[in-house]
C-alpha cells in the first residue's frame, strides 16, 4: 500500500540535544512538507520541498533543519536553538509539484523535549 | 500575513442534524481550498477539495465557495457521532504558495 511513513510515533529527549523524524513516502509524490501542531493550534509550516536537493523555509523555520537526498525521504532536525519543540510533528507530500495540489499527511511523531 | 480564520467551537449539534462550518481567508488570490478532518491524537485526512465558485457535494458533504466573500464553508447532512473531530480549513495563496491552515473548528455530534 502506498503512503506517507513517519517514524518514530513518539520520541522523548533531553533539552539541548537534536533529534531527527523521518519521513518517508512511496507515492511517487514531488513534494514533501513539514508542518508542527500544537494543542489548539492549526497547522504550521515548517520547511517544504518540490524537488530533490531544493527545499524552502516555511513561517518557522528558525530552530529546524532539513535534507532531501532522495524523492522518497524528507527527514527533519529539531535542533537545540529550537525553544519550543514539543509538539506534533507532521509529514506530508503532495503529487505533480504543486503547492495548489491537496496534502496526504502521515501519522505524525509526537516529540516531548524535557 | 495571509489568514485563515474559523470559529473554534466546539460546534454541538444533535445526531441527524446539519453542521455547518465556516471559514474565511485574507488572500484575495487564493485559488484552491480544502476541508480536512482531523481526530483526537491523529494526522488530518482530507475530506473535501473546492476550487471554483459554488458548491460541491459529495455523499453527506458540501463544500461552498464564495471567492468575492473570501469565506468557504463545510455543511455535513445527517450527522452522526463519528463526525465528531476537527475540521481544518486550509487555502493556498495567489502565487501558489504552501497550504495555510486555520486553527480549525471542533464539532460534537450527540447521540
Known amino acids: 500500500d502506498g503512503g506517507i511513513t513517519q517514524s518514530p510515533k513518539y520520541l522523548f529527549r533531553k533539552e539541548g540535544q537534536n533529534v531527527t523524524l523521518s519521513c518517508e513516502q512511496n507515492?511517487?509524490?514531488?513534494?514533501m512538507y513539514w508542518y508542527r501542531q500544537d494543542p489548539g493550534q492549526g497547522l504550521r509550516l515548517i520547511y517544504y520541498?518540490?524537488?530533490?536537493?531544493?527545499?524552502q523555509k516555511g513561517d518557522i523555520a528558525e530552530g529546524y533543519s532539513v535534507s532531501r537526498e532522495k524523492k522518497e525521504s524528507f527527514p527533519l532536525t529539531v535542533t537545540s536553538a529550537q525553544k519550543n519543540p514539543t509538539a506534533f510533528y507532521l509529514c506530508?507530500?503532495?503529487?505533480?509539484?504543486?503547492?495548489?495540489?491537496?496534502?496526504?499527511f502521515g501519522n505524525g511523531t509526537r516529540l516531548t523535549v524535557t | 500575513q495571509k489568514e485563515v480564520e474559523q470559529n473554534s467551537g466546539p460546534l454541538s449539534v444533535p445526531e441527524g442534524a446539519i453542521a455547518s462550518l465556516n471559514c474565511t481567508y485574507s488572500?484575495?488570490?487564493?485559488?484552491?481550498f480544502f476541508w480536512y478532518r482531523q481526530y483526537s491524537g491523529k494526522s488530518p485526512e482530507l475530506i473535501m477539495s473546492?476550487?471554483?465558485?459554488g458548491d460541491k457535494e459529495d455523499g453527506r458533504f458540501t463544500a461552498q465557495l464564495n471567492k468575492a466573500s473570501q469565506y468557504v464553508s463545510l455543511l455535513i447532512r445527517d450527522s452522526q457521532p463519528s463526525d465528531s473531530a476537527t475540521y481544518l480549513c486550509?487555502?493556498?495563496?495567489?502565487?501558489?504558495?504552501?497550504?495555510?491552515f486555520g486553527k480549525g473548528t471542533t464539532l460534537s455530534v450527540s447521540s
Open positions: 507515492l511517487n509524490h514531488d513534494a
Open positions: 486550509a487555502v493556498t495563496g495567489q502565487a501558489g504558495t504552501a497550504l495555510i
Open positions: 473546492i476550487y471554483s465558485n
Open positions: 488572500d484575495r488570490g487564493s485559488q484552491s
Open positions: 506530508a507530500s503532495s503529487p505533480l509539484g504543486g503547492l495548489d495540489s491537496p496534502l496526504h
Open positions: 520541498s518540490q524537488i530533490v536537493n531544493d527545499f
